[in-house]
């Protein structure tokens, strides 16, 4: 009944009171007024994706844009027929991709771009029918970076048949060691230009940017998100033909001048609000669509507003929240942790900050404690066939045990089922099941990128001397290479980290 009209969120709409803090209102308003059970817009046949706009028939699928027939995909954007991804766009056929794009039919690929019928590739460019391999550019049929003929190419590729789950493991652990010896690119940019982060691509003019893809300029601490978004700073999850977005988180959608909100898509100067959209004029509502000069969900005419606004943003700042803390919230700050309707486990800062329930409680913190759950394990993950060609529709029914069993850091859900669609693309592209629940599999993903911070670095480039074999002469010649960068590896990481210039060098 969300979307529906039979209903008036001006309703629940209250005066403001002077007499107490803006945040301490706020709250009460968030806990009146109805709000929908998922953050998901223009969809189909999606109900269990969230954070994510414009999907159809897609599950468990959250952060994304413009996905179709996809499951369990993280922050990606125009991806079709795909699985178990995280950062990946404009893709097709794809399975256990990072960081990468323009990546069809092809499986267990990072920091990758522009590939086909290709599987554990790293950092790999215009590639096709390529095996095991990283840094590589425009090449065919090559096998763990050794080149080889069309049909000594596909005899190889059959020693690791990927459609049984040893094989699999056994193609992974050499690509890992493979993996342990080239040299990386400080960043992962592409097609940008005074540009620093990582997992960036099309973007002008943006500092310490993270995930962020599709034509945007001028923006600074952004993550995830994108796709023609000008002048912002601080969101998260914020874009799609916007500007002016500051502090806010799954903001955008065809707007400016969004200050401090969560959800809000579509409309022009929306301050303080919740899940609002198409309005203009907005400050601090919840749950309004296309409506404009309107306060705590009340209305107000044009000249009210403008007076009142001014007046709320003083007594914010003469009158600031206090959390149990003593952390000091005035004009400006985003929502106080203290007041979400979210228990710091349940929102996607364990992620990028994980904690243990000691370590949030003590930060003032709530936590939620795991459900009891009420199934019986029908099936362990070393009773399941190692072949996708050994299983039949029967495993619909099982409930299968998560190998973590419970034990990781990783909010495991200890079982899991295959649903249909899900067994349709393993036996359509030939590859295993899985062995863990979808959330462990999304944080081993997770745990294989770089973390969301850079450090200043020189590039480790020594002429002939490094630890890595230059194969060609560099402009710095025998000398260390002087120039320096921002980057994603901590200086403690054993990687061999290359500037630009060095690693073109080397693999372009």
């Known amino acids: 009944m969300w979307w529906s009209d039979n209903w008036d969120p001006l309703s629940y709409g209250v005066d403001y009171d002077f007499g107490q803090p803006f945040f301490a209102q706020y709250r009460k308003l968030l806990e009146k007024v109805p709000m929908p059970a998922l953050f998901l817009s223009r969809a189909t046949n999606s109900d269990y994706c969230n954070h994510t706009g414009e999907a159809k028939n897609c ?31 404009d893709s097709e056929l794809t399975y256990e991709c990072i960081s990468s794009t323009k ?38 049929h090559y096998f763990f970076n050794q080149p080889y003929s069309k049909e000594e190419y596909e005899n190889k590729v059959k020693e690791f048949d990927l459609g049984g789950y040893a094989n699999v ?23 940008t230009d005074n540009t620093t982060g990582d997992n960036v691509a099309e973007a002008n003019n943006c500092k310490e940017c993270f995930d962020f893809w599709g034509g945007i300029r001028d923006c600074k601490f952004c993550i995830n998100g994108g796709v023609h978004l000008n002048d912002s700073y601080d969101g998260y999850g914020i874009g799609e033909t916007s500007e002016l977005i500051y502090e806010s988180v799954d903001t955008g959608a065809n707007g400016s001048k ?7 898509w579509g409309g022009v100067d929306v301050n303080y609000c919740y899940a ?5 004029n907005l400050f601090a509502c919840i749950g309004l669509r296309n409506k404009q000069y309107c306060i705590l969900n ?12 001014p007046r709320i943003i003083e007594h914010m700042n003469t009158m600031p929240y ?79 045990g998560c190998k973590h069993q419970g034990k990781c850091n990783q909010q495991c859900t200890t079982a899991f089922k295959i649903i249909p669609q899900e067994l349709q693309f393993y036996k359509r592209m030939n590859l295993p099941l899985p062995r863990l629940c979808h959330n462990c599999r999304h944080y081993e993903r997770l745990a ?5 911070k850079l450090w200043p670095r020189r590039c480790q480039c020594n002429g002939d001397k490094g630890a890595y074999q230059n194969t060609v002469k560099h402009f710095h010649g025998d000398e260390p290479c002087p120039n320096a960068f921002e980057t994603s590896y901590a200086p403690d990481r054993p990687e061999i980290v290359y500037c630009e210039a060095c690693y073109n060098a080397e693999v372009v």
């Open 59 to 89: 599950y468990l699928s959250h952060a994304c844009w413009k996905i179709e027939d996809s499951n369990y995909v993280t922050k990606c954007g125009e991806v079709r027929d795909s699985q178990d991804l995280l950062n990946t766009t």
């Open 103 to 140: 990546i069809a039919h092809s499986f267990y690929v990072q920091n990758s771009e522009n590939c086909t019928s290709s599987a554990f590739l790293y950092q790999c460019k215009g590639c096709n029918d390529c095996f095991g391999c990283t840094n590589l550019r425009g090449k065919s």
């Open 169 to 191: 493991m056994k193609a992974r652990q050499r690509f890992e060691e493979l993996k342990l010896g080239t040299i990386r690119k400080y960043a992962n940019l592409q097609k």
């Open 258 to 264: 969004f200050l401090f909100d969560i959800f809000v």
């Open 276 to 280: 609002c959209h198409g309005s203009q």
């Open 298 to 309: 009340k209305q107000y005419t044009k000249e009210e507003y403008e007076a009142m606004v």
């Open 322 to 400: 206090v959390d149990k803390k003593g952390r000091v919230y005035k004009y400006g700050e985003f929502f106080p942790p203290e007041l979400s309707p979210f228990a710091y486990n349940e929102t996607i800062a364990q992620e990028y900050f994980p904690l243990t329930k000691d370590q949030a409680l003590k930060q003032g913190y709530r936590w939620k404690d795991p459900e009891s759950k009420d199934y019986k394990v029908s099936k362990q993950p070393d009773q399941l066939p190692d072949h996708i060609k050994d299983v039949d529709e029967s495993i619909l029914k099982e409930t299968i």
């Open 448 to 452: 294989q990128r770089n973390p969301l």
